[in-house]
């Protein structure tokens, strides 16, 4: 099973790149490939181009082509991000908004019907959070991002959904609690990648 995970973070030492590096450790080698959008310098832009290539008037750009491979050849997807303004940071969301896109992610027939085509991928979501459990619960933050990630992107292009974990009060002062739930939520992926626990996992690590 190879698995692909994908981060964006400006800074390579913050917690977010360092739980995709664990993730990558945690998994078998060879099987998995870590796409750093931030390090790469891929454009999140959905330019003129990506609406040319939407609306089949042009060749899709070659740098969404190589992403799109990158998907092609996995079984899982891993998202980690930091959560800003309770979702994804703008540049995968535009790794989103110009990869999964149609033709290749889903089809439209020209009766209306869509057809979903990333039907033999899982996709996880492993979120870094700075507000507490508490806070999410109160505010329906959780439930508001699983329906965002979840069913608008993971269910309409007929991936499966995997584990959703959110690491919580990721600024705490507590190093020793902060890498505790770290671990936890690591493993709590690797598991599901790795078929040893279930894939439609419920539970944040707070």
Same mark, same amino acid.
Not at 31 to 59: C, I, K, M, N, S
Not at 141 to 159: L, N, P, S
């Given at each position: 099973? %190879?698995?692909?995970?994908?981060?964006?973070?400006?800074?390579?030492?913050?917690?977010?790149?360092?739980?995709?590096?664990?993730?990558? +450790?945690?998994?078998?080698?060879?099987?998995?490939?870590?796409?750093?959008?931030?390090?790469?310098?891929?454009?999140?832009?959905?330019?003129?181009?990506?609406?040319?290539?939407?609306? *089949?008037?042009?060749?899709?750009?070659?740098?969404?082509?190589?992403?799109?491979?990158?998907?092609?050849?996995?079984?899982? !997807?891993?998202?980690?991000?930091?959560?800003?303004?309770?979702?994804?940071?703008?540049?995968?969301? *535009?790794?989103?908004?110009?990869?999964?896109? %149609?033709?290749?992610?889903?089809?439209?027939?020209?009766?209306?019907? /869509?057809?979903?085509? !990333?039907?033999?991928?899982?996709?996880?979501? !492993?979120?870094?959070?700075?507000?507490?459990? *508490? /806070?999410?619960?109160?505010?329906?933050?959780?439930?508001?991002? #699983?329906? +965002?990630?979840?069913?608008?992107?993971? =269910?309409?292009?007929?991936?499966?959904?995997?584990?959703?974990?959110?690491?919580?009060?990721?600024?705490? =002062?507590?190093?020793?609690?902060? =890498?505790? !739930?770290?671990?936890?939520?690591?493993?709590?992926?690797?598991?599901?990648?790795?078929? %040893?626990?279930? #894939?439609?996992?419920?539970?944040?690590?707070?």
């Amino acid at each position: 099973m %190879n698995t692909l995970i994908v981060t964006a973070h400006p800074d390579h030492a913050s917690l977010t790149s360092g739980v995709a590096r664990r993730l990558v +450790q945690a998994l078998p080698p060879g099987t998995v490939e870590l796409a750093d959008l931030a390090a790469e310098g891929f454009d999140p832009r959905f330019g003129t181009a990506d609406r040319a290539a939407y609306r *089949g008037h042009r060749t899709v750009p070659a740098d969404v082509v190589r992403e799109q491979e990158r998907i092609d050849r996995a079984d899982h !997807l891993v998202l980690a991000f930091p959560v800003y303004w309770w979702s994804m940071p703008a540049l995968m969301k *535009g790794w989103i908004d110009r990869v999964f896109v %149609n033709g290749w992610a889903f089809e439209i027939d020209p009766e209306g019907g /869509t057809r979903r085509r !990333l039907g033999k991928l899982t996709v996880h979501l !492993l979120a870094v959070a700075g507000d507490s459990a *508490g /806070t999410y619960e109160r505010h329906g933050y959780e439930t508001a991002m #699983r329906t +965002q990630i979840e069913h608008g992107i993971v =269910d309409y292009v007929g991936a499966r959904r995997g584990a959703t974990i959110v690491v919580h009060e990721s600024e705490r =002062d507590d190093a020793d609690a902060r =890498d505790a !739930l770290v671990e936890d939520a690591v493993d709590t992926v690797a598991r599901a990648v790795l078929g %040893n626990a279930p #894939r439609a996992s419920s539970g944040s690590t707070a």
